[in-house]
């Protein structure tokens, strides 16, 4: 009998296990796959290594957003590499280019020189980044101030805000252009979620040498010499229950795992899947509710492997539109105008270039019906190879366009991954690249807590509260107060546990 069983072995479920092992509980986690991770994981083809959805962090110096949540999950020590101070997001908007600097004065002095007139509105734009950010310094030790903050902002649309911050709409275009890490949509957006993201890495920027792998390796470590354990090959197919409350997680081999509380860090619409509706655990309109939910969009990535011409080390993101128009409404065509070139840091710090790289395309929702989510047989579908194909050399295109490569620069080979790759290793609904989408305008549909109507059942992850790293480390704090209490966490947070 375990004292918590987590199903899924993301970064929420591992940090929700390390918290918690840590301090004295029995933590088992169950990974369906043969690798832990979910989209910390790396993979490797062709002798090359690639992420599949980690690629950068903010907030990680003393006094700022993510470094006291790190510093706990004792994650400070990786071999993190900071992002180019003047320039770590480079902003392409047809043939006009931004930077993006880390710091807040350097940020509104970049952006300032090529808009003048809108000083004023950079100052409140930041002012209300760093308003939003600081409510994270009090989520544990002044709760009830920092919920109203988080509704308040949450129930505000970002699109909104900028439209009557920023009066040059070319500005308004450039400030959301960092944010591919979010789903830009205009109707829904709510502006915690664009804030507390951009916030951080206004902060400071950071890459991590080896991916995600180092933080998963950490948390598990963390979890093992606590007495818990991590298992793969364990797909859960069924949570077993008796007297109101679970009891116990069934594997698809017939096994049963037996535990005191359990902790989702799957999909929330998966979560309800895995309880049987004669249960009586769940009123069916909340099964309805969490099932209906809409998921943001996925990503169509172009992996690069360029053994033969090394890349100069481009120690930033390289985000591109085609147009400003087309940041707050790519759902408008069939193929996105946007895209998002990273790499992974050198293997070693003395080393200068790369030999990969990522090329990421956000999938519009009318192409979304191409991926054939009714049928196993995808692959064989003539218009979805041929959608693989024109995205593969649209992201070509944009990168041979967009970043100097050496003279004579050829791929010897290309790896793409689609939402049906990510829906096939993390089981996240039409492969959603950020679960769940936020509606400011419905909040209390689409603002999961920790909590669920099953009082031994809570989940994490990121379709709850906000996604990304920074989203998710909070979330799993915030899931572990519920078994630990408020001031533990709080204490936890300032170094005095």
């Not at 709760?143 to 805000?161: C, I, K, L, V």
């Not at 999909?267 to 655990?281: E, F």
């Amino acid at each position: 009998m375990h004292d918590i069983i987590i199903i899924g072995s993301g970064l929420g479920g591992l940090a929700s296990g390390a918290i918690l092992a840590r301090h004295g509980m029995s933590v088992c986690v169950l990974e369906q796959h043969t690798q832990v991770g979910g989209c910390l994981q790396s993979f490797r083809r062709g002798g090359a290594t690639f992420d599949t959805g980690f690629h950068c962090v903010g907030g990680l110096r003393p006094g700022e957003v993510l470094h006291p949540y790190f510093r706990h999950l004792r994650l400070l020590d990786l071999p993190w590499v900071q992002m180019d101070e003047a320039c770590f997001e480079e902003i392409h908007i047809g043939d006009d280019v931004y930077a993006f600097a880390q710091g807040r004065e350097r940020f509104i002095e970049t952006l300032a020189e090529r808009f003048p007139a809108e000083r004023a509105g950079l100052d409140a734009f930041m002012d209300m980044l760093e308003s939003t950010g600081h409510s994270l310094a009090h989520l544990f030790d002044d709760a009830d101030t920092a919920r109203a903050h988080t509704r308040e902002r949450f129930g505000q649309s970002a699109y909104a805000f900028l439209q009557r911050t920023i009066t040059d709409p070319r500005l308004r275009s450039v400030l959301s252009g960092a944010s591919m890490k979010m789903e830009l949509h205009a109707d829904a957006l709510p502006l915690y979620t664009f804030a507390q993201i951009n916030n951080s890495y206004i902060q400071s920027a950071w890459r991590l040498r080896g991916g995600g792998e180092p933080i998963v390796r950490r948390l598990v470590e963390q979890i093992e010499q606590a007495g818990g354990t991590v298992r793969t090959h364990a797909r859960v197919t069924r949570l077993i229950a008796a007297d109101g409350r679970l009891t116990a997680a069934e594997l698809s081999d017939g096994e049963r795992v037996e535990g005191r509380t359990f902790i989702s860090d799957i999909h929330p619409a998966l979560t309800v899947g895995l309880i049987p509706s004669d249960s009586g655990l769940l009123r069916r309109v909340y099964r309805q509710r969490i099932e209906s939910l809409r998921n943001t969009f996925g990503f169509f990535t172009l992996h690069v492997h360029a053994p033969d011409t090394p890349i100069p080390y481009l120690n930033r993101n390289v985000s591109i539109y085609d147009g400003y128009e087309s940041l707050w409404h790519n759902d408008r065509s069939e193929i996105s105008p946007s895209y998002l070139i990273s790499c992974r840091p050198p293997d070693t710090p003395d080393s200068r270039t790369v030999t990969t790289l990522d090329v990421l395309h956000p999938i519009t929702p009318r192409i979304n019906s191409l991926l054939a989510w009714d049928t196993k047989h995808y692959a064989q579908n003539p218009r979805y190879n041929a959608w693989k194909s024109v995205s593969a050399e649209l992201c070509e295109q944009r990168l041979r366009e967009h970043v100097a490569l050496p003279p004579g620069f050829t791929i010897e080979r290309v790896t793409t991954s689609t939402p049906r790759t990510y829906h096939r290793y993390t089981g996240t609904p039409y492969g959603s690249a950020y679960g769940i989408r936020r509606d400011c305008h419905d909040m209390p549909r689409t603002l999961l807590s920790p909590r669920t109507p099953i009082p031994n059942l809570l989940q994490t992850g990121q379709s709850v509260n906000v996604h990304g790293v920074l989203g998710v480390t909070v979330t799993a704090f915030l899931t572990s107060a519920e078994l630990l209490g408020r001031e533990t966490i709080r204490r936890m947070l300032v170094g005095e546990e």
